[in-house]
């Protein structure tokens, strides 16, 4: 064997080393980043389940739960929030009825004031009711007292001044009036009502 053959065969024999010997570097290296890329994930899936954790804490303690695994304190969470909901349910309906109370029994605010010929009436309410107005109107007829001059609002809610006046007044004290205007305005209400 010559020199050239010798060399030749050490050529071709070293030749696929040399050419596998940067894959080499580039194989490791892309083994650290496979490496790195799985302790990032452990680590990112750690934190996950730390703040997970803590979650679960926050909630157990919120609802006083003493369960100690995941699915029991979510459960125990569950029937608490369906507590809550209950006990709004409770205090809307509490609200409404005490607010209908309040709206059925408060009756609208009458004053009467007798002037030289007649009498001087207020009537104001939070609330109107149909047919109002021609009731109280049909209790001044019934009292014999003509209007002379009024100012009514009925849309939502009522207001109505007005002054009376008739030869029958003398006979009359403003109790009477608004005792009749009471009853007019009890009357109308009651029976407007859906019940």
């Not at 804490?57 to 369960?67: E, F, G, N, P, V």
């Not at 309410?125 to 014999?144: D, H, N, Q, R, T």
Request: proline fraction near 3%.
């Amino acid at each position: 064997m010559t020199v050239d053959a010798i060399s030749r065969w050490i050529i071709r024999a070293l030749l696929p080393l040399f050419k596998q010997s940067p894959a080499l570097p580039n194989s490791s290296a892309r083994a650290r980043e496979r490496e790195r890329e799985r302790e990032r994930v452990m680590v990112s899936r750690e934190h996950k389940r730390a703040a997970f954790h803590e979650k679960l804490q926050l909630l157990r303690s919120i609802t006083h739960s003493h369960a100690l695994n995941k699915t029991s304190i979510i459960m125990d969470a569950s029937k608490y929030i369906e507590e809550l909901k209950k006990k709004v349910d409770k205090l809307n309906r509490e609200i409404a009825c005490t607010q209908n109370r309040i709206d059925d029994n408060t009756l609208p605010m009458v004053t009467v004031e007798a002037l030289q010929k007649g009498f001087l009436i207020n009537i104001s309410s939070g609330k109107s009711y149909p047919g109002l107005l021609v009731s109280i109107l049909e209790a001044f007829e019934k009292l014999g007292l003509s209007v002379v001059q009024a100012k009514a609002t009925c849309t939502d809610t009522f207001r109505l001044e007005a002054v009376g006046g008739d030869i029958q007044v003398a006979r009359m004290d403003a109790q009477m009036v608004k005792q009749a205007v009471l009853q007019a305005i009890k009357t109308s209400t009651k029976s407007s009502d859906p019940e």
